[in-house]
Structures are given as C-alpha cells and as structure tokens.
C-alpha cells in the first residue's frame, strides 16, 4: 500500500513541478466546458433529468458507478441541474486524464514543454468526445471512464499490481461509460510498441501480453454476469446484444467498416489532411528513434496503427448493431487514438531544432481546429435551440386553445425546422448533423422539451398521412412554417 501511494505521489509531484502548463491545460478545457454549459442546452436524457430529477444510469444502462458518483456530486439522490458545477469537474478530470496520459508514455519524466501540453490538450476534446461533454449530468462520470482506464498504467513496471489494477479499472469503466473499452487497449497497444522499438525481451513482452488479457476479459465477463442481475437490460434488445458465436466474425467485420466509414464521413476536409498527417508523422518519428532493424520497426508500427486503429472502437466491435452511426459519442476511441499519436510526436522531437518544425505545426494545427470545433458545437446548440423555442411558441399559440384531454392528438410526420445557420455548418463540419439533436425528429426528448416549454401536453404521433384529406378536414391554422387541420376529433400538422 505504501509502495502505491509513492507512485502516485509521484505523479502528483510531477504536476505541481509543471503546474502552469497543467493550469493552462485546465483553463481551456474548462472554458470549452463553460461554453457548451452556458447554452443551457438539455442535451438528449437531460430532457427529463431536468424535469424528473431521475438518475437511471444503473438501472438503464448498468453503470452503477455513474449512479453512485451522481449522489456523491449531487449529495442527494434526486439530480437539480447544477449550472456550472459538473463542466468544472469535468475540466478538472479531463486535467488529470492528460497529464495522466502524457506522463505515462514518456520515457522520463522531465518537465513538460508547451508542445507536450499542447498535445495533451487534443485528448480531451476530440470532436466525437463533445457529445459526452454536452450532458448536462453525466459528463464528468463519461470522463471518469477514461481516467480509470488508464490509471493502471502508473503501476506499468510492476506486472502483477498493474494486472490486477487494470481488473479493477476496466470494471470501474464499464461501470460509468462501457463506449470507453477501446481506451485501455489503445494505451495498452502503445506502452508494448514502446517496449518493442526499445528492444526489451520479447518473451516478457508477451508475458505482459496474455496478464493484460486475462485481466481485461475477466472484468468484462463479470460486469456481463454484473449486467445479467439487472432486467432492465434485457428490455434494450438489440442496443445490448452481443453477435453469436458463428456470427462473430461477419459481425467484427461489418462493425469495423461501418465504424471507420463513420468516422470518415462525419469528418470535416481539414480533419481527415490533419488525421492523415498525425499518422504518418508520427509514423515517421517512431522510425527514426527506433532502437530495433528498421525491417521490424515497419511491421510493429504498421501492425500498432491497424490494430489500434480498429481496437479504439473496444467491445462495440461484437455488438449486433452498429452503435456509432446512431450517436457519435460511441466513436471517441478513434479521436483519443489521434491524441495519443500527438503526444507521442511530441515526445519524440526536440524543442529547438527547426527540423522538427513540421511536426510542431501539425500538433498546433490540431489543437487549434479542435478548440475552434469544440466552440462551433456550442454554438450550433445555442442556434438550435433558440430555433427550437422560437417554433414551439408559435405552435403553442396555435394549439393552446385546441388541446384538450379528449383531443390532444397531433398527427405529424416530424417535428421543426432545424437551424438554418446550422445547416449552413453542416457544409463544413458534417458530424454536427450527428453531434447536434435534430430539431426535426419527432422522438421523446424533443416531445417532452416542447411540453417543458409550452406546458401543452401534446400527444404527437407519427404519420404518413396515407388516412389525411384535405377536402375532409377543416383547416384551421396557415403560416409560413406549417399547415394545420381538423379531421375526425384530430389535428394534422403538413410542415411547408
């Protein structure tokens, strides 16, 4: 016990030694955390914790760690909306996940220099990780997933403590954000090539191999066994379900092209030059200070960027369906991996030698891109809810004398408008039609948000208007937005 709290005073001692780098890092994430909740924006389950003040993180998605964590920062069970307070602890976890992440794969453990912490900052605000720090609630339990992943790693060169603390970390992620699972592997597959390219024994290197392993499907089949004691996971269908034995392969096969086809289509232009720059760059540098044949230096890099590549995506890969086309945020693993290769760029190029000038441009680059990104996405949700509001109200007129217990139907085949400035940023950044909620879909949490709004309780039902005539119906509202009629004790909503 005593051995453990040295390494982590360690770690602490090293962020007090780099403490203005390590308060820069928090400055910005904390701004950008500040930005997306200044919108007030009730980013999709925030719709009814606002309203209920339910947590259901355990028993709907068994994340009982989520759920715990939630009494603890709310100090009660029963979640308020705490404005500014969980985007500053957010900023706070998201601090320690990249320092966290940058002293463990550095060979020593001197100083930071501005690149590093520069590089550092890419980790936490991947465009794809924005959708988890748009929860109003749970982001910073989304957070911790990842800093439990990869905790483990301070204890990387004592084999048996660093297998039997990545059982724990792995089963603590699974218990606050299960999307996380490709983290560990990712970190995991870049400490071995490290071991690799510096020429340490093979065989311990596989050694380490097979205890990782052992410890990582062993806390994955108990949080499956955690996940079976709750009934309320078997009502999910196929979200949760796992592809069978003689499926796996096709399944594995058909997620990983889905996945990065996602990827790469929900990726603006200068994203996919900066990602292809990364790779090479990197690439590149790990080449040139490989201690090993440049034969093997080829095949271990190109097997840990394939491998890495694919393994970011974690246990998603053997799910029946293909996660990240619905949300975004299941596709985090991949855009971790891009600051994970900033920061080993940035450990393998000296500070004032120009010829390392390329590599310096590509990690600014990257972050700046990021950072504009990030205040983009807050943007677009100011913009799209105040389009939101603005239809609401003027539906609301409409129907406020229409609505009553008996005739509350409303027949539609969507919802509003979304913003026209964020369709125009959608031209550029083709993932906010993904990351931003579409005002346009007619399911629960935009239901309940214009009930919240209006205080009209609303029964919308989706419709094709095979069953509509207009020459039958009564015609009772014309606007620039919509076209409102009567039919048998029903109102039909045709949007223009």
């Known amino acids: 016990m005593k051995d453990d709290l040295n390494v982590v005073s360690q770690f602490w001692n090293w962020i007090k030694e780099n403490r203005d780098k390590s308060l820069s890092i928090f400055f910005i994430y904390l701004l950008i955390g500040i930005s997306i909740a200044t919108v007030n924006y009730p980013y999709i389950d925030d719709v009814k914790r606002q309203i209920t003040g339910g947590t259901e993180f355990a028993w709907s998605y068994s994340r009982w760690g989520s759920e715990i964590s939630s009494w603890i920062l709310q100090g009660s069970r029963h979640l308020t909306d705490g404005g500014w307070t969980r985007p500053v602890v957010s900023g706070v976890l998201l601090t320690f996940v990249s320092l966290l992440l940058v002293y463990i794969l550095r060979k020593n453990k001197e100083n930071l220099n501005w690149i590093e912490a520069i590089a550092a900052i890419a980790v936490g605000i991947n465009p794809w990780f924005l959708a988890c720090l748009g929860f109003r609630f749970d982001s910073p339990f989304m957070v911790l997933s990842i800093f439990v992943s990869i905790i483990p790693f301070l204890w990387w060169d004592n084999l048996n403590k660093f297998a039997i603390y990545s059982f724990i970390g792995i089963f603590l992620m699974c218990n606050f954000y299960q999307p996380a699972s490709g983290i560990y592997l990712i970190v995991f597959l870049t400490m071995v090539l490290r071991e690799l390219l510096s020429g340490q024994n093979v065989i311990n290197i596989i050694k380490r191999i097979m205890f990782s392993a052992i410890a990582y499907i062993s806390a994955m089949l108990l949080f499956l066994f955690e996940s079976k004691l709750n009934p309320e996971m078997a009502l999910r269908g196929e979200v949760v379900e796992i592809a069978k034995p003689n499926e796996l392969i096709t399944v594995i096969f058909k ?242």
């Open 255 to 496: 997620n990983i092209k889905i996945y990065l086809g996602t990827i790469y289509h929900q990726s603006a232009q200068i994203w996919i030059l900066l990602f292809t720059l990364i790779i090479v760059v990197s690439y590149i540098l790990l080449m040139k200070n490989s201690q090993i044949s440049k034969i093997k230096s080829v095949v271990y890099i190109g097997l840990y960027l394939l491998i890495s590549i694919i393994l970011s995506y974690g246990v998603l890969l053997v799910f029946v369906t293909d996660l990240v086309r619905d949300q975004p945020r299941y596709g985090f693993g991949f855009g971790f991996l891009i600051g994970v290769l900033l920061i080993i760029i940035s450990n393998n190029i000296i500070m004032k030698n120009w010829k390392y000038i390329i590599p310096k441009i590509v990690i600014v680059a990257y972050a700046f891109y990021m950072i504009s990104f990030s205040f983009e996405f807050s943007a677009m949700l100011s913009y799209q809810k105040e389009s939101f509001i603005n239809q609401s109200m003027i539906l609301s007129q409409d129907l406020k004398d229409k609505i009553t217990t008996k005739r509350n139907v409303v027949k539609t085949n969507r919802l509003f408008k979304n913003s026209p400035i964020l369709v125009s940023s959608e031209r550029n950044y083709p993932l906010l039609s993904n990351l931003v909620p579409n005002n346009e879909n007619l399911y629960w949490p935009n239901v309940l948000l214009f009930s919240t709004y209006t205080g009209l309780n609303v029964n919308f039902q989706g419709s094709d208007f095979s069953e509509f005539t207009k020459e039958k119906s009564v015609k009772v509202s014309d606007n620039s937005y919509y076209q409102l009629y009567l039919l048998e004790n029903e109102y039909y909503l045709l949007w223009k």
